[in-house]
Each structure stands twice: as C-alpha cells, then as structure tokens.
T-cell receptor, first 114, second 114 residues
Framework: KAGVTQTPRYLIKTRGQQVTLSCSPISGHRSVSWYQQTPGQGLQFLFEYFSETQRNKGNFPGRFSGRQFSNSRSEMNVSTLELGDSALYLC?????????????FGPGTRLTVT | AQTVTQSQPEMSVQEAETVTLSCTYDTSESDYYLFWYKQPPSRQMILVIRQEAYKQQNATENRFSVNFQKAAKSFSLKISDSQLGDAAMYFCASHGYTGNQFYFGTGTSLTVIP
C-alpha cells in the first residue's frame, strides 16, 4: 500500500504570495490532518478534515485554510505569506476509526518564505 | 483539551545500551490512545508504538517498550540495545476516543554514540 505523499517537497516563495500544498492519503484513509513544524514551536496542529468536512482547527490565522476532496486528497493554502510561515508542513492520514487512531505521516513540504 | 509534556529536550545513549524517554500527559477523557513517533533526520515521521489506555499491559514492539502508569499519567519509552539507526527526534502523542485531534509533545532528540 502506498504511503502518504505530499507535493511539492520543497518550495520557495516571497512574502505576500500565496501557496498551495497537496497531500494524498493512504488509500482508504478518510481523515487528513495538517501540522506546521518549526524548530522553536515543535508540531503545531493546523486542521483536520474527514469526509470533506473540517472537523477540527488549531490556533492559526485565517490565512491558513484547507479543503478535502471526495477522493480524500487534501490541499492546504496559505495566503499573504509571512517570513514566519517558513516551516516544514506535515500531512498525516488516518482511518480515524475507534479501533485505530494512529496517524501516518507524509515526508512533508519544506516551505521557505523570503 | 489535552497536554503532552516531554521534559527531556535531548538525550544520548551508548550503542547497545538502554535509554528511557519520558512523557507525561493530561487528559479529561477516560479512554484514549498514547503513541510514540520517531522522526529521523530524513524527516518522515514513523509510528514506533501505541498503547490503549484501558489496557494494563505495557505495549512492546521488538526493542521498544513502554512503561504506562495511568494513575500518574506517565508514558515513557524504553529503547533496548540501542542502534545507530535509533538516532532521531521522538515525539509522544495522545488521542482521545471522543476527540478528533492528536496532541504532541515537544520532542526529545536522541543521539546514539558509537
């Protein structure tokens, strides 16, 4: 079974631009979560989508948004980029079933904002 | 809400020796899962081990085992016969039965000394 894939793996953007990151979950997984990872803040939860609905959201400004498609693939968008948005963005998929909550992570997208 | 605390930012161990990484958590839920994830320098997060809170028996996975103390809300990871490939950042995480979110600790960076 293929793992979680994220595209692109690396991205360089300029302040003020917007960016879209993509995540394809493991086949059969309906839950996709997004995290921002920085050296100073660790893993910060952005949001979780399940069956195309946002079920949970972390404490990030409205510039961060996401969506999930009917095939469970998810995209994350960041508008009006700031230098502080430079981070590794991780996507994780899960069955989100009571018998199995573990998340499987993708390799991440390294975003650098200049 | 839940919180997960890892009080050891960095740890080191001699190859072939045993090391224990600490984790404490706080949750209002009566049923929950606990996890240890490993993030090697290549950045792909990997599930190491999981524990269901209702199970009294400590989980084990080959050289990895946990010491789960429910009353003390403690969930430590023991790595036996440490190998160079165990060098990584280790994250402790919790997930409640009713919630939709993982809560991660800040991580412990493990160095394995040859």
């Amino acid at each position: 079974k293929a793992g979680v894939t994220q595209t692109p793996r690396y991205l360089i953007k300029t302040r003020g631009q917007q960016v879209t990151l993509s995540c394809s979950p493991i086949s059969g997984h309906r839950s996709v979560s997004w995290y921002q990872q920085t050296p100073g803040q660790g893993l910060q939860f952005l949001f979780e989508y399940f069956s195309e609905t946002q079920r949970n959201k972390g404490n990030f400004p409205g510039r961060f948004s996401g969506r999930q498609f009917s095939n469970s693939r998810s995209e994350m968008n960041v508008s009006t980029l700031e230098l502080g948005d430079s981070a590794l963005y991780l996507c994780a998929s899960s069955l989100a079933d009571r018998s199995s909550y573990e998340q499987y992570f993708g390799p991440g997208t390294r975003l650098t904002v200049t | 809400a839940q919180t997960v605390t890892q009080s050891q930012p960095e740890m080191s161990v001699q190859e072939a020796e045993t090391v224990t990484l600490s984790c404490t958590y706080d949750t209002s839920e009566s049923d929950y899962y606990l996890f240890w994830y490993k993030q090697p320098p290549s950045r792909q997060m990997i599930l190491v081990i999981r524990q269901e809170a209702y199970k009294q028996q400590n989980a084990t996975e080959n050289r990895f085992s946990v010491n789960f103390q429910k009353a003390a809300k403690s969930f430590s990871l023991k790595i036996s016969d440490s190998q160079l490939g165990d060098a990584a950042m280790y994250f402790c995480a919790s997930h409640g039965y009713t919630g939709n979110q993982f809560y991660f600790g800040t991580g412990t960076s493990l160095t394995v000394i040859p």
